[in-house]
């Protein structure tokens, strides 16, 4: 029996994952690579302080593995792990910093910013010069076979700003163990399934196997108690990922829908910072609102687990929204 190529590039991502986990965590101790813990985050998480950082690693590398075995053949694989590889890049020297200094400030607000603008901007520039993904746009519940179209001078600015929204929202949401993994390898899988909707979608349809692949074999060491974390090299690099493919597939629409956790946790901070500077007030109790729910008395697996339950909710509302 023939295995289909997306579970098969699934399950050799997820070995490779584990297998570089093993090696990779024993390394990042030696090294001294730990997190540093924010002081005004919570309490319970200072406890956290030491463990090993930079666990993107464990699932950037099967994506280079078995995701560059397809690019040599096949240009928006090459794109789309380029791209992920170039916010990855930014993530790497943030973290580097941090653990260099000791502390929680590595790159500055605008040269983090820079660095992933000029990625946001190359993957735009191909998707509209090699690509015609830039010409529509699916809307959600009007259905795959009536995309909007769109004029390239408003499909740059709007596709820059999805990648920076999305890297910055998975980041946010990488705040508890195994959250922004088990949330992302949801958000993956249901862009394998909607890829296979599709004959031409072959491309995104491996990329997310792979990587969701990879995402799972992460959480074998990130699920709480955590043994490793990801970092902003794995933060950063899983939002460009998601936000790639969704404007590949003519879908950021889509994607509010499917990641409406990653929405939710980036509006929170933005309402929290808004209200604060008018009022003096707090609308929660700590942002992103993760922490609103540790200071409710919440533990984290619970809050994991919620999260998680809400979005294959909301995956399940975005792919009937393209029927």
């Given at each position: ?128 010069t090699m690509t015609n993904a830039w010409e529509k746009t699916v809307i959600p519940f009007i259905g795959l076979d009536n995309p909007v179209n769109v004029p390239v001078g408003i499909f740059i600015p709007f596709c820059i700003f999805i990648l920076l929204a999305y ?28 890829s296979m909707l599709n004959n031409e979608w072959n491309t995104t349809k491996l990329f997310c196997a792979i990587l969701a692949g990879g995402c799972l074999g992460f959480l074998t060491f990130n699920l709480h108690p955590a043994k490793v974390f990801m970092g902003d ?91």
């Amino acid at each position: 029996m023939n295995i289909p190529d997306h579970i098969a590039v699934f399950v050799i991502a997820f070995v490779i994952a584990l297998i570089t986990g093993i090696i990779l965590i024993p390394v990042l101790r030696k090294l001294k690579f730990g997190q540093t813990i924010r002081e005004e985050g919570p309490k319970t998480h200072l406890v956290k302080q030491g463990i090993p950082t930079m666990g993107g690693f464990i699932f950037l590398v099967p994506l280079a593995v078995v995701g560059g075995f397809y690019a040599f053949k096949d240009r928006d694989m090459l794109a789309l792990i380029l791209t992920t590889f170039g916010f990855a890049l930014v993530g790497f020297v943030d973290d580097f910093l941090k653990v260099k200094r000791h502390n929680k400030d590595g790159l500055t607000p605008k040269q983090k910013m820079l660095g992933l603008l000029i990625v946001a901007a190359c993957f735009t520039a191909y998707v509209v010069t090699m690509t015609n993904a830039w010409e529509k746009t699916v809307i959600p519940f009007i259905g795959l076979d009536n995309p909007v179209n769109v004029p390239v001078g408003i499909f740059i600015p709007f596709c820059i700003f999805i990648l920076l929204a999305y890297t910055n929202a998975v980041n946010l949401t990488d705040g508890l163990d195994g959250l922004a993994g088990s949330i992302t390898v949801v958000v993956l899988v249901f862009f394998t399934l909607v890829s296979m909707l599709n004959n031409e979608w072959n491309t995104t349809k491996l990329f997310c196997a792979i990587l969701a692949g990879g995402c799972l074999g992460f959480l074998t060491f990130n699920l709480h108690p955590a043994k490793v974390f990801m970092g902003d090299v794995g933060s950063l690099a899983l939002g460009g990922a998601v936000a790639s493919v969704a404007i590949l597939l003519q879908m950021p629409f889509v994607l509010v829908i499917a990641g409406m956790i990653y929405f939710i946790e980036n509006v929170s901070v933005i309402l929290q910072v808004a209200y604060f500077k008018r009022t003096g007030k707090r609308i929660f109790k700590m942002a992103p609102i993760h922490h609103h729910f540790e200071l409710m008395g919440w533990k984290e697996t619970k809050i994991v687990i919620a999260f998680l339950i809400a979005t294959i909710f909301f995956c399940a509302i975005a792919f009937v929204s393209l029927r």
